[in-house]
C-alpha cells in the first residue's frame, strides 16, 4: 500500500479522486510534494497507509453525522490525546441522533396512518396524495 498514487489512495478509501482532491482543499488531507519538483516535470504524489487510515476515518466520521469542521477537531484532538473534548463531541452528535430520530418515528407514525386511512376509502383522493397540499 505504500507509495500508492491518489487513484491508488482514492480506492483503498472507497472515494472518488475529485472527494481525495477535496478533503485536500478543506486541509483534511495532506497534499504530498510530487517528486522532482512541481508542475508537469515533477512525478506522482505518493501516498501511503497513514493517508489511507486518515481518509477511511474521515468517511466514516462523515457517515456518523460529523460536520467537516467536527472532523478537523477529532483530527486535531487525536494529536493531543484530548479524550474529554472527543467524548463531548461524541455525545453532542448522539443527542443530535436522538432528536433526528424521534422526528423520523413521528414521520413513520404520520405516513402509517395516511396509509391506512387511503386503504379505508375507494372514493376520491387518497390521502396520502392530499396530505402535502398547502392549506
Excluded at 68 to 85: H, K, P, V, Y
Excluded at 127 to 134: E, K, S, V, Y
Aim: charged share 30%.
Amino acid at each position: 500500500m505504500a507509495g500508492m498514487t491518489i487513484a491508488g489512495l482514492a480506492r483503498e478509501g472507497g472515494v472518488g479522486v475529485e472527494t481525495v482532491r477535496f478533503y485536500q482543499r478543506c486541509r483534511l488531507l495532506a497534499t504530498p510534494e510530487r517528486p522532482g519538483g512541481s508542475g508537469s516535470s515533477g512525478g506522482f504524489r505518493r501516498y501511503g497507509a497513514e493517508d489511507v487510515r486518515r481518509l477511511r476515518f474521515i468517511r466514516s466520521a462523515q457517515a456518523a453525522g460529523f460536520t467537516l469542521e467536527q472532523i478537523r477537531e477529532l483530527l486535531a484532538l487525536n494529536a493531543t490525546d484530548d479524550r474529554a473534548r472527543a467524548r463531548q463531541l461524541a455525545k453532542e452528535r448522539v443527542a443530535a441522533l436522538e432528536v433526528k430520530i424521534k422526528e423520523l418515528e413521528r414521520v413513520r407514525a404520520s405516513l402509517r396512518r395516511l396509509a391506512r386511512e387511503c386503504g379505508w376509502g375507494s372514493e376520491g383522493p387518497c390521502p396520502i396524495l392530499t396530505a402535502f397540499d398547502a392549506s
